[in-house]
């Protein structure tokens, strides 16, 4: 699999627009700058990943090497946190989406 770039993770988005309004955040150059982090921290992530996978791929080729298991993503409505280095912590959730309908049939019935 190809490494990602910053251009790659954009265009799957759609574009800059649809990539900063998916993280709730609009084309003003600070919120640029936010993109710009959150999309360093994909980035990293992606680095992450590729560095357990080779170490997990050394240890199986080892003799009575145990097996190790990549650390999972944070769960849909968990908060993550990227350091922006000096200190700064720049926080932001993914949201899932859910509705609710009540209606005639809708509520639960008692046994």
């Known amino acids: 699999m190809p490494k990602r770039t910053r251009y790659s993770i954009i265009k799957s988005y759609g574009g800059r627009p ?3 309004a ?4 609009k084309m003003t ?3 640029i700058e936010e993109g710009n982090t959150i999309l360093d921290a994909l980035l990293e992530n992606d680095d992450d990943e590729e560095q357990e996978e080779r170490q997990s791929n050394s240890n199986s080729h080892q003799k009575g ?5 990549p ?3 944070a769960a849909p409505g968990k908060n993550n946190s990227t350091s922006t280095g000096g200190g700064n912590v720049v926080e ?8 609710v309908v009540e209606g ?4 639960s019935k008692k046994a």
């Not at 998916?22 to 955040?25: D, Q, T």
């Not at 932001?92 to 509705?99: D, L, R, S, T, V």
């Not at 005639?104 to 509520?107: H, K």
């Open 65 to 69: 090497a145990s097996k190790q298991t």
């Open 18 to 20: 649809n990539f900063q």
């Open 104 to 107: 005639p049939g809708s509520g």
């Open 92 to 99: 932001y959730a993914f949201i899932g989406y859910a509705e």
């Open 22 to 25: 998916s993280f709730g955040l």
């Open 71 to 73: 650390k999972p993503a």
């Open 29 to 31: 150059p600070e919120d």
